[in-house]
């Protein structure tokens, strides 16, 4: 299984939104709609933010959206926060118990 | 309260072996599929291993297909991790993570490093 795409990092400042890209294929984010986003803090465990491409966990602030167009999904923090500012990772489920990581995105809050 | 306690790591030696455990509690593992993931320092996250409820399905990344073996003993709530002819490149914090229902890691340990260096 190949990484999925990400760009590696993003930047805005208090209150702007940000979109963090997630590109992969058909066999994957385009073909099956179990794309999850995780955050990461520094020596910390990653954590979910959205999984099933759009929907929340409970406590994940609605800031949080996800999305996905073809093999593209999305991820968009709108109001950015200070404490938003880490690694982000998309992950497709690929079938048969697989799944796949992007490269992580670093998101910068200016 | 999820915990996933995950151990076993350490340091050894290229070509050697080791076995990480994860003991869950708060959890019935029997209820999910159990995944490894791995994040080598400085680095991004990795899928490394998945096995069925049951333990019947398994399956691996190529990098570690034919080294690594997963399996889990529901009756322990514990599941394990066998690497063997380990190289450097696997050299990372393993986590463990059940699959939640929408194929997504809803619960995550604090991992255990493993570090293959002579």
């Known amino acids: 299984q190949s990484a999925l795409t990400q760009p590696r990092s993003v930047s805005g400042s208090p209150g702007q939104s940000v979109t963090i890209s997630c590109t992969g294929t058909?066999?994957?984010?385009?073909?099956?709609?179990?794309v999850s986003w995780y955050q990461q803090h520094p020596g910390k465990a990653p954590k979910v933010m959205i999984y099933?491409?759009?929907k929340r966990p409970s406590g994940v602030p609605d800031r949080f959206s996800g999305s996905k167009s073809g093999n593209t999904a999305s991820l968009t923090i709108s109001g950015l926060q200070a404490e938003d500012e880490g690694d982000y990772y998309c992950?497709?489920?690929?079938?048969?118990?697989?799944?796949?990581f992007g490269g992580g995105t670093k998101l910068t809050v200016l | 309260e999820v915990q996933l306690l995950e151990s076993g790591g350490g340091l050894v030696q290229p070509g050697g072996s080791l076995r990480l455990s994860c003991a869950a509690s708060?959890?019935?593992?029997?209820?999910?599929?159990m995944t490894w993931v791995r994040q080598a320092p400085g680095k991004g996250l990795e899928w490394v291993s998945a096995?069925?409820?049951?333990?019947?399905?398994?399956n691996y990344a190529e990098s570690v297909k034919g080294r690594f073996s997963i399996s889990r003993d529901n009756s322990k709530n514990t599941l394990y991790l066998q690497m063997n002819n380990l190289r450097a490149e696997d050299t990372a914090t393993y986590y463990c993570?059940?699959?939640?229902?929408?194929?997504?890691?809803?619960?995550w340990g604090q991992g255990t490093l493993v570090t293959v260096s002579s």
């Open positions: 993570a059940p699959y939640d229902s929408g194929w997504y890691f809803g619960y």
């Open positions: 708060g959890l019935t593992i029997s209820s999910y599929a």
């Open positions: 096995v069925s409820n049951s333990g019947g399905s398994t």
């Open positions: 058909s066999s994957d984010v385009g073909g099956l709609n179990y």
């Open positions: 099933d491409v759009s």
């Open positions: 992950c497709s489920y690929a079938g048969s118990y697989t799944s796949v």
